[in-house]
């Protein structure tokens, strides 16, 4: 094997982990809305209550550096709708609220509709711009019912 052909594998094999990983960082911040439709109990989390049209379920841990900025925008967000309230769940010592909703990363942010059935699932960091139009949609349903 010359210089040149282990130059070309190794670039092919640069190109190819950095395709992975932008395809996967892509794929992580899309909005999952083919979830099992679980209704949310606010009590295991140790809240008094969901919002009265939805809920912003944020999960994190301690150690996470992304999680105090999506508690801000979720925050946020919350505070400019009316009857949409945001949670935010530390699992650093609640291993098994992760394992019950399969939390493999944080911050990992769940839409919960006003009766706490999961709508739609965010990992990693969602956008301000997609959960905007995941409320409109849940407001606009919320209308029709």
Not at 34 to 39: M, P, R, S, W
Not at 67 to 75: A, D, E, M, N, Y
Not at 108 to 136: A, K, M, Y
Request: proline share 4%; net charge negative; hydrophobic share 45%.
């Amino acid at each position: 094997m010359n210089l040149v052909t282990a130059f070309v594998a190794i670039a092919a094999l640069l190109a190819l982990t950095v395709a992975l990983g932008v395809y996967l960082r892509w794929r992580q911040s899309r909005p999952q809305r083919h979830i099992l439709h679980e209704v949310v109990e606010p009590e295991r989390l140790g809240a008094d209550g969901l919002g009265e049209v939805a809920t912003l379920l944020q999960f994190s841990t301690e150690l996470c550096a992304r999680c105090p900025g999506v508690h801000r925008t979720l925050s946020s967000i919350a505070d400019a709708h009316e009857g949409v309230r945001h949670l935010d769940v530390d699992l650093t010592h609640r291993p098994d609220i992760a394992k019950h909703f399969h939390v493999l990363q944080t911050p990992t942010t769940l839409v919960l509709d006003r009766d706490g059935v999961i709508q739609t699932r965010f990992g990693g960091t969602p956008s301000r711009d997609v959960l905007e139009l995941e409320l409109n949609r849940l407001t606009a349903e919320d209308a029709h019912v």
